[in-house]
T-cell receptor, first 109, second 110 residues
Framework: GQSLEQPSEVTAVEGAIVQINCTYQ??????LSWYQQHDGGAPTFLSY????GLEETGRFSSFLSRSDSYGYLLLQELQMKDSASYFC??????????FGTGTQLKVEL | DVKVTQSSRYLVKRTGEKVFLECVQD?????MFWYRQDPGLGLRLIYF???????EKGDIPEGYSVSREKKERFSLILESASTNQTSMYLC?????????FGPGTRLTVT
């Protein structure tokens, strides 16, 4: 099977940079995705890494290293609205996702 | 604007009832998914479908079944609801790596 590990909680101050790590175990996958979920809301897609390296989308960047079974989401210039849960997920056949247990990010003033 | 809708935001059912959760997407996506989300466990895949009348079990299919008679609609069925099926149920659809989620149905089984 597949499994993903993330820290359960991260706290940072507004304007700072925060990195959320994700380590995984799998026998095969197509890519690593990141989703954001605000309290009471639906998960929304943030980024996808099909290849090793860094993908940048505005204030958010995501990184994948297949050799290290590791990825991370980097959030820059943190804003209060970034307070949410963040999930990493492995993409398998049929675009099926296996999610990590999520990291709750708290942004403080 | 892409849209995935679910039939109810909140639902309360009794133990032993048959429960239907409906999901509709307007993006002509072939792949549709049902997840449940519980605190500390993340999202876990119950069933998914590649096409009309096609279905495959996910990681936790026990106690559930699905139906996909039309491309845009994917239904989750709890044959005989139990208290351990109290959860948030999320539907999603995709045609590539990005999944689009519905707003979720919070089901309580008493």
């Amino acid at each position: 099977g597949q499994s993903l590990e993330q820290p359960s909680e991260v706290t940072a101050v507004e304007g700072a940079i925060v990195q959320i790590n994700c380590t995984y175990q799998t026998s095969g996958f197509y890519g690593l995705s990141w989703y954001q979920q605000h309290d009471g809301g639906a998960p929304t897609f943030l980024s996808y890494n099909g290849l090793d390296g860094l993908e940048e989308t505005g204030r958010f960047s995501s990184f994948l290293s297949r050799s290290d079974s590791y990825g991370y989401l980097l959030l820059q210039e943190l804003q209060m609205k970034d307070s949410a849960s963040y999930f990493c997920a492995l993409t398998g056949g049929g675009n099926k996702l296996t999610f990590g247990t999520g990291t709750q990010l708290k942004v403080e003033l | 604007d892409v849209k995935v809708t679910q039939s109810s935001r909140y639902l309360v059912k009794r133990t032993g009832e048959k429960v239907f959760l409906e999901c509709v997407q307007d993006m002509d996506h072939e792949n549709m998914f049902w997840y449940r989300q519980d605190p500390g466990l993340g999202l876990r895949l119950i069933y998914f479908s590649y096409d009309v009348k096609m279905k495959e079990k996910g990681d936790i299919p026990e106690g559930y079944s699905v139906s996909r008679e039309k491309k845009e609609r994917f239904s989750l069925i709890l044959e005989s609801a139990s208290t351990n099926q109290t959860s948030m149920y999320l539907c999603a659809s995709t045609t590539a790596y990005e999944q689009y989620f519905g707003p979720g149905t919070r089901l309580t089984v008493t």
